[in-house]
């Protein structure tokens, strides 16, 4: 009897540990990560290889969670988006776990748990965002099962645009693409509100970067805030952040949020 009493306990334990990964505290404020390779992060990736370095600012917390691969919640640690972005890539530090830590820290976060969605995928250019591509579908998908297991949507953490650099016609439409992203996310999500932060690009793979730069300014949709990454250190000297930038960009973006907090009162 003692014996069964002590499996049954083990088997509670368990099963209690599994519902805790599974649905953590129900006043998460989350936060979709999306875009492309700085998004998903190149911080301290030098020829496809990670250095394993991790700022103080990235340090993981137990109030800081992240939507796994497979739609579980764990805690978050860089790289942020293992797993996520393409195999083909190897991904270090982003902007998402400085931007977590920045929020928490200012104890304005609205919530004892930051849940960060990870979506970006390196190299995609806008239109392959757009609504009925497989990239907004994983994005709405993973975004949904963020708010079912409890909590709500702070805002869309957006930084893409350097593929879209390349060609004049994709330069041209970024403006009417980033719109109907913007607008398909909020009907699709049901917040018609929803604020999204946009990131200016720092760098670009074609000729047309201030092009893109143009049309990210340009956007004058209610609640889209734009952040400007031109000038942080750029690590390969034309493409992706430097692992301290992304910290800066991290810290940046939190107070573009903790802004429009203050703005909506």
């Given at each position: 009897?003692?014996?069964?009493?002590?499996?049954?306990?083990?088997?509670?334990?368990?099963?209690?540990?599994g519902?805790?990964?599974?649905?953590?505290?129900?006043?998460?404020?989350?936060?979709?990560?999306a875009?492309?390779?700085?998004?998903?992060?190149?911080?301290?990736?030098?020829?496809?290889?990670?250095?394993?370095?991790?700022?103080g600012?990235?340090a993981?917390?137990?109030?800081v969670?992240?939507?796994?691969?497979?739609?579980?919640?764990?805690?978050?640690?860089?790289?942020?988006?293992?797993?996520?972005?393409?195999?083909?890539?190897?991904?270090?530090v982003?902007?998402?776990?400085?931007?977590?830590?920045?929020?928490?820290?200012?104890?304005?976060a609205g919530?004892?748990?930051?849940?960060?969605?990870?979506c970006?995928?390196?190299?995609?250019?806008?239109?392959?965002w757009?609504?009925?591509?497989?990239?907004?579908a994983?994005?709405?998908?993973?975004a949904?099962?963020?708010?079912?297991?409890?909590?709500?949507?702070?805002?869309?953490?957006?930084?893409?645009?350097e593929?879209?650099?390349?060609?004049?016609?994709?330069?041209?439409?970024?403006?009417?693409?980033?719109?109907?992203?913007?607008?398909?996310?909020r009907?699709?999500?049901?917040?018609?509100?929803?604020?999204?932060?946009?990131?200016?690009?720092?760098?670009?793979?074609?000729q047309?970067?201030?092009?893109v730069?143009?049309?990210q300014k340009?956007?004058?949709?209610?609640?889209?805030?734009?952040?400007?990454?031109?000038?942080l250190?750029?690590?390969?000297?034309?493409?992706?952040l430097?692992?301290?930038?992304?910290?800066?960009?991290?810290?940046?973006?939190?107070?573009?949020?903790?802004?429009?907090?203050?703005?909506?009162?």
């Amino acid at each position: 009897m003692l014996l069964l009493l002590l499996l049954l306990v083990a088997s509670s334990s368990l099963s209690q540990e599994g519902v805790l990964a599974d649905v953590p505290p129900s006043n998460k404020l989350v936060f979709i990560l999306a875009g492309q390779s700085n998004m998903a992060g190149r911080g301290g990736v030098v020829a496809n290889r990670w250095d394993g370095v991790v700022p103080g600012d990235c340090a993981p917390s137990p109030a800081v969670l992240r939507l796994s691969p497979d739609l579980r919640w764990e805690e978050a640690r860089e790289p942020l988006h293992a797993g996520i972005d393409a195999a083909n890539h190897a991904v270090g530090v982003g902007p998402g776990m400085a931007f977590a830590n920045a929020l928490l820290r200012s104890g304005r976060a609205g919530g004892a748990v930051v849940g960060l969605v990870p979506c970006a995928v390196g190299g995609t250019r806008m239109a392959e965002w757009g609504r009925g591509t497989e990239l907004y579908a994983e994005m709405l998908r993973r975004a949904r099962v963020a708010v079912e297991t409890g909590g709500r949507i702070g805002a869309l953490l957006w930084y893409q645009g350097e593929s879209d650099t390349v060609r004049w016609s994709d330069a041209t439409e970024y403006g009417r693409r980033m719109g109907m992203l913007v607008r398909d996310l909020r009907a699709d999500l049901g917040i018609p509100h929803l604020l999204v932060i946009q990131v200016g690009l720092a760098s670009g793979l074609g000729q047309y970067t201030q092009v893109v730069r143009d049309a990210q300014k340009g956007i004058k949709l209610r609640n889209v805030r734009f952040v400007d990454a031109m000038g942080l250190p750029l690590q390969d000297g034309h493409l992706h952040l430097s692992t301290q930038a992304q910290v800066q960009l991290g810290r940046m973006l939190a107070q573009s949020y903790l802004n429009y907090g203050t703005s909506q009162l």
